[in-house]
């Protein structure tokens, strides 16, 4: 009988589907603030999206271009986490290490908005990403060197 890998008997799956989705939920939140940041700001991305009273240019703005980059660097790096984890879970990886490259990638990333958002200087932002990055590379690397 073939190892199902992609069950919630697994500990790797379950653990693996709590914190890519505990991150989706942390990158889809990103769009509601975008909104919420551009109302607050009267700052729209296109002309039709300003009230018919106020119709003039738009004009980009500090704060809503940061929390759009936040947003897109967490696509950035999130996907990839995800599409890697379903990949490295077929691997049949060791469960204590499976979880520690979960959790080590979410609280990253996690990090990685509040760096962001408060902000907090440099090179935190930036430790955050290599941090997250790194954990993706490692299951990366794990899933090469079994398959070959």
């Given at each position: 009988?073939?190892?199902?890998?992609?069950?919630?008997?697994?500990?790797?799956?379950?653990?693996?589907?709590?914190?890519?989705?505990?991150?989706?939920?942390?990158?889809?939140?990103?769009?509601?603030?975008?909104?919420?940041?551009?109302?607050e700001?009267?700052?729209?991305?296109?002309?039709?999206?300003?009230?018919?009273?106020?119709?003039?240019?738009?004009?980009?703005?500090?704060?809503?271009?940061?929390?759009?980059?936040?947003?897109?660097?967490?696509?950035?790096?999130?996907?990839?986490?995800v599409?890697?984890g379903f990949?490295?879970?077929?691997?049949?990886?060791?469960?204590?290490?499976?979880?520690?490259?979960?959790?080590?990638?979410?609280?990253?990333?996690?990090?990685?908005?509040?760096?962001?958002?408060?902000?907090?200087?440099?090179?935190?932002?930036?430790?955050?990403?290599?941090?997250?990055?790194?954990?993706?590379?490692?299951?990366?690397?794990?899933?090469?060197?079994?398959?070959?």
């Amino acid at each position: 009988m073939p190892t199902l890998y992609y069950t919630l008997d697994n500990a790797v799956f379950r653990n693996f589907l709590f914190y890519a989705v505990a991150s989706i939920l942390k990158m889809m939140i990103m769009s509601p603030l975008t909104s919420r940041q551009r109302f607050e700001k009267n700052a729209f991305a296109n002309p039709e999206d300003i009230p018919l009273d106020e119709r003039k240019t738009t004009r980009p703005d500090p704060d809503v271009e940061r929390i759009r980059r936040n947003h897109l660097n967490d696509i950035e790096n999130i996907v990839p986490f995800v599409l890697i984890g379903f990949c490295y879970i077929a691997c049949n990886p060791n469960a204590t290490l499976a979880l520690w490259h979960f959790r080590i990638f979410f609280f990253s990333r996690l990090f990685h908005t509040f760096a962001y958002q408060i902000p907090i200087r440099q090179p935190s932002r930036a430790l955050a990403f290599l941090v997250g990055f790194v954990v993706t590379v490692s299951m990366t690397a794990q899933i090469l060197f079994q398959v070959y």
